[in-house]
């Protein structure tokens, strides 16, 4: 199993380039989310699925959008990159049905908006 | 919205000193989860906690979920730098569908 991938690893856009930010997950899980981490901030919900054409709202998601086709992967897209955007992105899977089990991080994407 | 606060943001022990980090959520949670993150890493999976009141234990950390299910708390006894970390908890509403994440506590450990 290659658990929770997540491409590109690293990341350079210009002011209002926009881009798709790859996850993929091997364990068959229902449940996947974005967040963004900012220094001080911890870590922050963008969006989330609870299955395959199911996605909703986190906390931050202005500026972004998210669609899960299949089970296995949930892009994330930035529509018109902004500095505000520049931070750590990660992708999450678990299961999901009376609660969200463990969650199992991919290894991030770091995205700077110049 | 669902609010979860962790203090302290920062901490610095001794090698050996006990550390103890604690979660406080604004609403009542139905089950609450800890993570680790290593610097430049990912964060990963520590444990989770469903009753009131729990308290479990892996080794040098212990873990309890308060009785009004809106606190949590991690305490390592005698730190190792292999401790060294950002530990985040990480709550879920009840009915909700995700997890709020709290700021988390970055631990250094001096050798």
């Known amino acids: 199993n290659a658990g929770v991938t997540q491409t590109p690893k690293f990341q350079v856009l210009k002011t209002g380039q926009s881009m798709t930010l790859q996850c993929a997950q091997d364990m068959n899980h229902e449940y996947m989310s974005w967040y963004r981490q900012d220094p001080g901030m911890g870590l922050r919900l963008i969006h989330y699925?609870?299955?395959?054409?199911?996605?909703d709202q986190g906390e931050v998601p202005n500026g972004y959008n998210v669609s899960r086709s299949t089970t296995e992967d949930f892009p994330l897209r930035l529509l018109s990159a902004a500095p505000s955007q520049t931070s750590v992105y990660f992708c999450?899977?678990?299961?999901?049905?009376?609660?969200?089990?463990?969650?199992?991080f991919g290894p991030g994407t770091r995205l700077t908006v110049t | 919205g669902q609010q979860v606060m962790q203090i302290p943001q920062y901490q610095h022990v001794q090698e050996g000193e006990d550390f103890t980090t604690y979660c406080n959520s604004s609403t009542t949670l139905s089950n609450i989860q800890w993570y680790k993150q290593r610097p430049g890493g990912h964060p990963v999976f520590l444990i989770q906690l469903v009753k009131s009141g729990e308290v479990k234990k892996q080794k040098r950390l212990t873990f309890q979920f308060g009785e009004a299910k809106k606190n949590s708390s991690l305490h390592i006894t005698a730190t190792q730098t292999t401790d060294v970390g950002t530990y985040f908890c990480?709550?879920?509403?009840?009915?909700?569908?995700?997890?709020?994440f709290g700021t988390g506590t970055r631990l250094t450990v001096i050798p």
């Open positions: 699925s609870v299955g395959a054409g199911i996605t």
């Open positions: 999450a899977s678990s299961s999901h049905g009376q609660a969200i089990y463990e969650q199992y």
């Open positions: 990480a709550g879920r509403g009840t009915g909700a569908n995700n997890l709020f």
